[in-house]
């Protein structure tokens, strides 16, 4: 039962343009969504992240956007540059036991920003 | 550099024997978190600690694995009698508390290869 699912395994995007990778999420507990960017060989980055509470978080080229009642979030990236090219994961957290806030995470959306 | 830091980076073992991780948190961070993450996956909960306390386990962490961070900073990750499904990247994590906004940062991971 995947409660984090990024959809699309890719996406290439030319420098320049925007990038838009989705995510969808099934439990209604998560309070708090995160955007990690993985490079090969590397753990985890983090990028951006949402409260439940708001519905856009935005920093610099990166803007989260979440859509509660759709149960969706999306990572806009503009303009894409080709540093930009990485795994992409989404991550929801939300109350489990003793209140640790484990996270969950999706598959990844590998974005490749073509010069 | 005051990330997370673990090691060793890269480790092969042959099956049945035992292996250790060590990961040392950003500073001042009482939250400490174990993933696990194989190809084409994204990172898996193992477990949590705060302070020294294992507050949660996942599923997922076999009688064969422990955990234990025995004076609140430092942790380490056993793993007896390892087997080949355990070939993955574990991924130690902390952050400064458990409220929205306390962001969880990873570590640069440690391979495992069981041959």
């Known amino acids: 039962d995947q409660q984090v699912k990024q959809n699309s395994p890719s996406l290439s995007v030319q420098e320049g343009r925007i990038s838009i990778l989705n995510c969808d999420y099934t439990?209604?507990?998560?309070?708090?969504f995160l955007w990690y960017k993985k490079y090969p060989a590397e753990g985890p980055t983090f990028l951006i992240s949402?409260?439940?509470?708001?519905d856009k978080n935005e920093d610099g080229r990166f803007t989260v956007f979440l859509n509660k009642s759709a149960k969706h979030l999306s990572l806009h990236i503009v303009p894409s540059q080709p540093g930009d090219s990485a795994v992409y994961f989404c991550?929801?957290?939300?109350?489990?036991?003793?209140?640790?806030?484990?996270?969950?995470f999706g598959k990844g959306t590998k974005l490749s920003v073509i010069p | 550099d005051t990330g997370v830091s673990q090691n060793p980076r890269h480790k092969i073992t042959k099956r049945g024997q035992n292996v250790t991780f060590r990961c040392d948190p950003i500073?001042?961070?009482?939250?400490l978190y174990w993933y696990r993450q194989t190809l084409g996956q994204g990172p898996e909960f193992l477990t949590y600690f705060q302070n020294e306390a294992q507050l949660e386990k996942s599923r997922l962490l076999s009688d064969r694995f422990s955990a234990e961070r025995p004076k609140g900073s430092f942790s380490t990750l056993e793993i007896q009698r390892t087997e080949q499904g355990d070939s993955a990247m574990y991924l130690c994590?902390?952050?400064?508390?458990?409220?929205?906004?306390?962001?969880?940062?990873f570590g640069e991971g440690s391979w495992l290869t069981v041959v």
């Open positions: 500073s001042e961070h009482n939250r």
């Open positions: 991550a929801a957290r939300g109350p489990s036991g003793a209140g640790s806030y484990q996270l969950t």
């Open positions: 994590a902390s952050s400064a508390g458990q409220g929205i906004g306390n962001t969880i940062y």
């Open positions: 439990n209604s507990m998560f309070d708090y």
């Open positions: 949402i409260s439940s509470i708001k």
